[in-house]
Structures are given as structure tokens and as C-alpha cells.
């Protein structure tokens, strides 16, 4: 059974920094691309980073030169390190990856992310 499994979510007051993990298991189910997306109350999931299978990265424009997504292939792991956050950066951030194999998206559970004021 795929699972995808967030962890690192947590308070920090604006102008620290989290880094976000998430780990894919399953027998055969290996990451070739992954996105990180959030979602705040009362609005819309939205992609915040993703990573392609060359390691091409994007980033939506409010957390560029803040935030890096990155893998580490051996351990079929996705990371999204988040610096100078902001209160507008809360939300609850779901990791979604596509296998390489079957091309089919699975989502995690999300970790919640809150910035203080």
C-alpha cells in the first residue's frame, strides 16, 4: 500500500524557518515528481512548489527566494525548506507525488503549518 507521509509542520513565529518532509513508502512506489500545495481555511489548495523528475524546480511567486524544494532520491523523499516565514504562510501543506512507475498522484495527510505574529 503507497502511503505518503508529511512531518515537520509546527509554530513558529514570522521570520523563522520549518522544513517539511515527505517520505513515500510501499513496495514499489518510487517518486518521480512531487508537488508541495497548501491550504488555508476558507480558500483554495494551491501548489506552492514542485519538483519534476530532472529536478526542475517552480515555485509560486509569494514564497520564491524563501522557500526550496528538493528530493533525495536514496531515501524516495521530498523536502520543502521554508525561511522568513510569514503569517500568510499558514496553512496546511499536503505533499503530492506521482509514482514513477503506474504515473498515478497520491496525496499525504498534510502537516499543519502556523506562523505567529
Known amino acids: 500500500q503507497v502511503q505518503l507521509v508529511e512531518s515537520g509542520g509546527g509554530l513558529v513565529q514570522a521570520g523563522g524557518s520549518l522544513r517539511l518532509s515527505c517520505a513515500a513508502s510501499?513496495?514499489?512506489?518510487?517518486?518521480?515528481?512531487a508537488g508541495w500545495y497548501r491550504q488555508a481555511p476558507g480558500k483554495q489548495r494551491e501548489l506552492v512548489a514542485s519538483?519534476?523528475?530532472?529536478?526542475?524546480?517552480t515555485y509560486t511567486d509569494s514564497v520564491k527566494g524563501r522557500f526550496t524544494i528538493s528530493r533525495d532520491s536514496a531515501k524516495n523523499t521530498v523536502y520543502l525548506q521554508m525561511n522568513s516565514l510569514k503569517p500568510e504562510d499558514t496553512a496546511r501543506y499536503y505533499c503530492?507525488?506521482?509514482?514513477?512507475?503506474?504515473?498515478?498522484?497520491?496525496w499525504g495527510q498534510g502537516t499543519q503549518v502556523t506562523v505567529s505574529s
Open positions: 510501499g513496495s514499489t512506489f518510487i517518486i518521480d515528481s
Open positions: 519538483i519534476s523528475s530532472g529536478g526542475t524546480t
Open positions: 503530492n507525488a506521482v509514482d514513477r512507475a503506474s504515473v498515478l498522484s497520491f
